[in-house]
C-alpha cells in the first residue's frame, strides 16, 4: 500500500475491507494526494502497513486525528457504523445503495447536519465518463422512450456473496440501483415508477431479475431491464430517445453515442472522482444526500408483482 506522502493530506479510515475496498477504494486514495489512508476496521485483516482495528469503535477512539471514513461493507450493517462515525464528529462517505432502508438514509442525513460534518451518499455509477455529458446534452430536450438493461452474471461479479441474497441485499438491484441513479441523474423530467415484476429465486429473500415500467405522467415510455441470469457478455446500456435525437449509454456509463456517433469522453475514473467530490464537500462543509435511486428500488418492491423462479445456488 502506497499512501500519499503529502503532510497536508486528509487521514481517511475504510470500514469493511472487501470486494470493493480493494477494488476500488483502495487503489482511489493511493493516488489521491488529497487523503492518507491512515487505518482499516476490519474483521478480516485489513490492509497491509495501515494500522487496523477489530471494530469502529476501537477504532474512533484510538484514532481521534482520522476526521474522514469510508464505509465499505454491505448495506445493512451500514447504518449502525454511520451513526457511530457521525457520532464521533467524523465525516462520512457511503457505499451505494446509502442505506438497506430510506429511512435510515433519511435519519443520517439529520444526523449528520446535527453534528455539523459531511455525509456523502456516493453514486459511483454517476462519476463514469458518459454521465455527466449526457445530462449535458438531454438538458432542454424531450425524451419519449427510455429503455435500460441491466444484465450481468450474478456468479461473475458477486461469488460467494451471501448478503445479496439477504433482505437488504437488494439483490439484482445491487447492480440495477446503478442504472437508477445514472437515470435520475440525467433524465430532465421527473419520473415515478408505475410496475414491477420481481423474479425470486424459490431457496432467495431477494429477486434475481426485475423488469420496471415508469412513466412522466405525459406519455414517456420507459422501462428497465434487470437480470443477474446473464451469460456470455454484461449489458450494461439505456437508450434515450427524445424529441430531437437519440442518445445511448454503454458500459455502465463509460461510452456515449449521440445520434450513432460514439463522443469521445474524458476518463478520470469513477472512484477518483468520487474522492475528489468527497474532499470537496467535507471542504466546503456541505453534504450530498441523494435517495432518488432507492425510491425507486423501494417502489418497485412496494408496487412489485412478485413471481416465484428456479433455485438458484452459487
Ligand atoms: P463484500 O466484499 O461482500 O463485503 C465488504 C466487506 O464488508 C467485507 O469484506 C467485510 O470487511 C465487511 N462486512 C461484510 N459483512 C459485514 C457485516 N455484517 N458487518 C460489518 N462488516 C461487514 O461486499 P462488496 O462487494 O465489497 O460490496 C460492499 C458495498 O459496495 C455494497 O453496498 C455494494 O453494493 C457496493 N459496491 C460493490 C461493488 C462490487 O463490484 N462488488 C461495486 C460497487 C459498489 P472486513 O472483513 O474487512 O470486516
Not at 75 to 78: A, L, T
Given at each position: 500500500m502506497t499512501a500519499s506522502s503529502d503532510t497536508n493530506a486528509l487521514a481517511i479510515a475504510i470500514v469493511g475491507v472487501g470486494k470493493i475496498a480493494r477494488d476500488q477504494h483502495i487503489p482511489a486514495l493511493a493516488r489521491d494526494p488529497r487523503f492518507q489512508l491512515a487505518a482499516t476496521a476490519s474483521r478480516s485483516g485489513g490492509v497491509q502497513g495501515v494500522e487496523t482495528f477489530e471494530t469502529l469503535g476501537a477504532l474512533l477512539a484510538a484514532r481521534p486525528d482520522i476526521p474522514a471514513v469510508s464505509l465499505c461493507m454491505p448495506?445493512?450493517?451500514?447504518f449502525a457504523a454511520a451513526r457511530e462515525a457521525i457520532a464521533a464528529g467524523r465525516h462520512v462517505m457511503l457505499e451505494k445503495p446509502p442505506g438497506a432502508s430510506l429511512a435510515e438514509v433519511f435519519r443520517l442525513e439529520a444526523l449528520a447536519r446535527q453534528a455539523g460534518v459531511t455525509l456523502f451518499a456516493s453514486w459511483h455509477s454517476r462519476a463514469a465518463a458518459g454521465v455527466a455529458p449526457a445530462r449535458e446534452w438531454l438538458a432542454g430536450r424531450r425524451p419519449k422512450r427510455i429503455r435500460i438493461d441491466w444484465k450481468e452474471d450474478v456468479r461473475k461479479w458477486h461469488p460467494g456473496q451471501a448478503w445479496i441474497w439477504e433482505p437488504g441485499g437488494l439483490g439484482v438491484f445491487d447492480p440495477g440501483i446503478n442504472a437508477l441513479s445514472i437515470l435520475t441523474e440525467i433524465c430532465p423530467v421527473p419520473l415515478h415508477l408505475t410496475a414491477s415484476t420481481l423474479t425470486f429465486p424459490e431457496n432467495r429473500a431477494t429477486p434475481i431479475a426485475a423488469d420496471l415500467t415508469f412513466t412522466d405522467g405525459d406519455g414517456l415510455d420507459a422501462t428497465a431491464g434487470f437480470d443477474w441470469r446473464q451469460e456470455g457478455g454484461d449489458i450494461w446500456q439505456m437508450e434515450i430517445d427524445t424529441d430531437a435525437g437519440q442518445l445511448r449509454l454503454l458500459d455502465g456509463g463509460a461510452r456515449l453515442f449521440i445520434d450513432g456517433q460514439e463522443t469521445t469522453l474524458d476518463d478520470t475514473g469513477e472512484y477518483p472522482t468520487l474522492y475528489r467530490q468527497f474532499g470537496q464537500l467535507i471542504a466546503e462543509g456541505r453534504s450530498d444526500v441523494d435517495a432518488a435511486p432507492l425510491i425507486h428500488v423501494a417502489d418497485a418492491f412496494m408496487l412489485g408483482r412478485h413471481l416465484r423462479g428456479d433455485p438458484f445456488h452459487d
Open positions: 448495506p445493512v450493517p451500514r
